[in-house]
């Protein structure tokens, strides 16, 4: 039996930040040692208040949530609302939080968790990289004490779904992404290339509706609220599940494939910030991920909520 994979995860929840944090609680594969939260898809507080009040769902308030960054660390912060509602779980009602947020700042946090660990940390953020960004810059030991970042976000060969040119959490903190792109950390990146060949389709939520537990039914109504706005965009089946890549990854990598390059992302004008590319023949600093068994993802992502 492998010992569980210690992880912290950095998130704005956020639906499939929500669905990601709940797949890693369903499974023995990883521990999950803190949830940090950031300001991305709503503000702060709301992206505390959502984790806080997942983890009360889940029964798992054994696990500490710190609050982070308020903002990106240059640009004004943007927030989407017009994907995930004004709560940023709009689907579900909800528990109201048992616990409260633990004192202390998430960067601080991910400074303290690393340098102390017994083992080297794997890092999942799950939206923009702020947090991860000032913890490197507050903190620069504790590149040697990461096993491996694996975060959501980018596109290469894919369009943006913010702007034409970038992905969400990427265009939210550019020079976040910059900082984590250049700091010599095991990097593995979930894009839009392989997170829109993550669809949940109809037929999976039903699966998911078949179970009758708190969990999953939550699950289910966030996800039937959030697949409204990529199905309308972009006429596809299901909605993407972005964030839950992130998580199926570290329990079984070998249903994804992908691409070692050299990353960079933009930072020098309005028109192109947050755009991402990827030199296939450079030295590379990153594996990036452009493929999925959907079948096996959707099985894994299904039985493992059904049983929380
Ligand atoms: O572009 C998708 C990403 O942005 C996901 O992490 C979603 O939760 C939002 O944060
Ligand atoms: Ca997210």
Redesign the pocket.
């Known amino acids: 039996m492998t010992l569980a994979r210690p992880i912290i995860i950095d998130t ?1 929840p ?4 929500a669905i990601a944090i709940l797949l890693a609680l369903a499974s023995p594969e990883v521990d999950v040692l803190a949830v940090t939260t950031v300001a ?2 709503v503000p702060q507080p709301l992206v505390t208040d959502n984790a806080l009040a997942l983890l009360t769902l889940a029964n798992r308030t054994d696990v500490p949530v710190y609050r982070g960054c308020e903002r990106p660390l240059l640009r004004p912060l943007y927030t ?1 609302e017009y ?2 509602g004004p709560s940023g779980v709009d689907g579900a009602e909800l528990p109201e939080p048992t616990v409260r947020q633990e004192p202390g700042h998430g960067v601080d946090l991910i400074i303290e968790a690393c340098l102390d660990a017994d083992e080297p940390v794997t890092l999942c953020p ?3 990289l702020t947090n991860i960004g000032m913890a490197i810059a507050k903190e620069p030991r504790i590149v040697d004490h990461i096993r491996e970042i694996v975060w ?2 980018g596109a290469f060969d894919e369009p943006g ?2 702007t034409e040119l970038a ?3 990427a265009y939210v903190d550019p020079h976040a992404v910059h900082v984590v792109f250049t700091a010599g950390v095991p990097l593995t990146i979930m894009p ?1 290339d392989v ?1 829109h060949r993550a669809l949940m389709t109809p037929d999976h939520v039903e699966r998911l509706e078949g179970y009758e537990a708190p969990v999953a039914q939550a699950a289910a109504g966030m996800i039937r609220f959030y697949e409204r706005y990529d199905i309308d965009k972009y006429d596809i089946p299901g909605a ?1 599940m ?2 839950p890549c992130v998580i199926a990854y570290l329990i079984d990598p070998s249903m994804f494939s992908g691409v070692d390059a050299l990353v960079a992302v933009d930072i020098t004008n309005e028109a192109t910030i947050g755009n991402t590319t990827a030199d296939r023949h450079a030295e590379p600093t990153a594996t990036y991920m452009d493929g999925v068994d959907a079948d096996r993802f959707f099985d894994l992502l299904v039985t493992r909520l059904g049983r929380l």
Do not use: I, K, R, S
């Not at 956020?14 to 930040?17: I, K, T, V």
């Open positions: 704005d956020g639906q499939d930040d991305g898809n989407a994907v995930h799950l939206g923009p959501m976000g779904n913010t992905e969400f959490n839009l997170t993407p972005h964030d």
